[in-house]
């Protein structure tokens, strides 16, 4: 069992950065890919990005490729998504989510490949 909880979240100009942190519990973290889910009012999940058990791949969607950057600590059992140059349609509850295997799916994560769930936590991209 994974239990997930994402900290970091609030209010952030255009422009500005965040760090969201997911901090996980449970054995042998580095059997599970991590992937992050923002869902916007109104609008379906969209995921954003993936990151392999060991850390050494990761998958990003088109919206967030080369603003995002995810990143893993097994040791501290951490994984991060950092985001830079936020824009409002970023505005949105992000979510990490963890794969009972190590691999990702490949391409843009997908929910139903999930099967662990954070809490969930508000993301605000507003001047």
């Not at 979240?9 to 255009?14: D, E």
């Not at 993936?50 to 990003?60: A, E, L, R």
Request: glycine residues 14%; charged residues 20%.
């Amino acid at each position: 069992q994974l239990q997930l909880v994402e900290s970091g979240g609030g209010l952030v100009q255009p422009g500005g950065s965040l760090r969201l942190s997911c901090a996980a519990s449970g054995f042998t973290f580095e059997y599970y890919a991590i992937g992050w889910f923002r869902q916007a009012p109104g609008k379906e999940r969209e995921g954003l990005s993936c990151i392999y058990g060991s850390g050494g791949k990761t998958d990003y969607a088109d919206s967030v490729k080369g603003r995002f950057t995810i990143s893993r600590d097994n040791a501290k059992k951490m994984v991060y998504l950092q985001m830079n140059s936020l824009k409002p349609e970023d505005t949105a509850v992000y979510y990490c989510a963890g794969q009972r295997r190590p691999v990702c799916s490949g391409g843009v994560p997908r929910g139903a490949h999930y099967d662990y769930w954070g809490q969930g936590i508000q993301v605000t991209v507003s001047s």
